[in-house]
């Protein structure tokens, strides 16, 4: 029997994705049917990759579904759950596509081309509010200061001038500064 057969439970059905609150309307239609349950199209797949953001959690859980021999995932930290938005403007999902289409994409590749985020604000942005929220002063500092030495970031620098006011009032030790 193939593994998706007409009783088998879908991904907007609440009884496997009852954790999902969203796309509620989308419960209505009907995920019986043979394209209906996304992860089991990937049997016949040579390679299927999944991207997401781990930190959103719903998309997350999703992604698990997924888990397959011939599945790569990618996991895009910190970039938040519009990614596809994210990838346009990172100039990389057309990219992406293409090699995924030819059979070119592998982790290597996807890693040399994911170095562009070192230049997107968003992900900057998403980064150091993660170094924040883990109360990881030292290292917030390290990110802006690499950032606008590089970048013209005017929230960065001036998250690190609080940060180096913070640093002098001793509420934590500066990382050195680089030797010019």
């Given at each position: 029997?193939?593994?998706?057969?007409?009783?088998?439970?879908?991904?907007?059905?609440?009884?496997?994705?009852?954790?999902?609150?969203?796309?509620?309307?989308?419960?209505?239609?009907?995920?019986?049917?043979?394209?209906?349950?996304?992860?089991?199209?990937?049997?016949?797949?040579?390679?299927?990759?999944?991207?997401?953001?781990?930190?959103?959690?719903?998309?997350?859980?999703?992604?698990?579904?997924?888990?397959?021999?011939?599945?790569?995932?990618?996991?895009?930290?910190?970039?938040?759950?519009?990614?596809?938005?994210?990838?346009?403007?990172?100039?990389?999902?057309?990219?992406?596509?293409?090699?995924?289409?030819?059979?070119?994409?592998?982790?290597?590749?996807?890693?040399?081309h994911f170095r562009a985020r070192r230049n997107h604000p968003a992900y900057l942005r998403n980064l150091l509010t993660e170094l924040d929220a883990q109360s990881r002063p030292?290292?917030?500092?390290?990110?802006?200061?690499?950032?606008?030495?590089?970048?013209?970031?005017?929230?960065?620098?001036?998250?690190?001038?609080?940060?180096?006011?913070?640093?002098?009032?001793?509420?934590?030790?500066?990382?050195?500064?680089?030797?010019?």
């Amino acid at each position: 029997m193939p593994p998706c057969w007409p009783s088998s439970p879908k991904p907007l059905d609440p009884r496997v994705t009852e954790w999902d609150n969203r796309f509620r309307d989308f419960r209505r239609l009907d995920f019986t049917s043979r394209y209906g349950y996304a992860p089991d199209m990937l049997d016949a797949a040579a390679k299927a990759f999944v991207l997401c953001d781990p930190a959103e959690r719903m998309d997350a859980m999703h992604a698990a579904l997924f888990t397959r021999s011939n599945v790569t995932k990618f996991r895009l930290r910190q970039m938040g759950d519009a990614l596809q938005t994210e990838l346009l403007d990172l100039g990389l999902l057309y990219t992406l596509i293409e090699e995924a289409a030819a059979g070119t994409l592998d982790v290597q590749r996807f890693a040399t081309h994911f170095r562009a985020r070192r230049n997107h604000p968003a992900y900057l942005r998403n980064l150091l509010t993660e170094l924040d929220a883990q109360s990881r002063p030292y290292l917030a500092t390290l990110l802006c200061r690499n950032t606008v030495a590089r970048l013209n970031a005017p929230r960065i620098q001036r998250r690190l001038e609080m940060l180096e006011k913070a640093a002098e009032e001793g509420k934590f030790r500066a990382p050195p500064r680089a030797a010019d």
